[in-house]
């Protein structure tokens, strides 16, 4: 479907924009504002470049979102009981397997929102002062109709970190969970992450 489509090529830029920037001192929504602008802004400048070689696209995505993602809880949620069972060994691939699964998913969808613009709603009163909130968000384009989007964030060691984000009602953590737990009954948890270093080859 043209709208399944459309949401899963948003979803990684609503994540890379959300953390591409990350302010100990802003709230949430601003977070998401100028970080987003940030990224449309970037993404403008290098088209051409990363058109050209695809190849960059992927250090482009992990240098501006990696270090603001929270791949640990997205991670213990997608694979669920399975995340007990594993070694830490396990648990650092998985991790590493997973990040790049997503960003060679949507990564390439990039450059096709270029003239998006992100409206971020403000958090309600009684949200204000918790260290895990729900923003929400509406993404519009000439090319689409508006996209609702909603980032769950959490506040760790004085930054706002990304654990899920829910495209017009689905979640991304939620897409992946019954894969992934399929692969892990069918294969076992190696059999599982090698399957997905398969994939991003």
Known sequence: MKLVKLLKSVALMVVVSMCSMVYAADTP???????????????????TALKQNPKRLYGFIEKMAVPYF??????????????????????????NEFKKLLI???GSALLEYTDDKVNVFPL???????NEVTVRSEITSSSHKPVAVNYSMIKSGGKWLVYDVSIEGVSIVTSYRTEIRELVNAKGIDGMIETLAQKNK
Not at 33 to 38: L, R
Not at 70 to 95: C, E, I, K, L, Y
Not at 124 to 130: D, F, I, S, T
């Open 104 to 106: 060679n998913a949507y």
């Open 29 to 47: 929504e601003q977070t998401i504002e100028k970080a987003s602008a940030q990224l449309i802004n970037a993404l403008k400048k290098e088209e």
């Open 124 to 130: 309600p009163p009684n949200a204000k002062n918790k």
């Open 70 to 95: 929270d791949f640990n809880t997205m991670s213990q949620w997608v694979m669920g009981r399975a995340w007990r069972d594993a070694t830490p060994a396990q648990r650092d691939r998985f991790m």
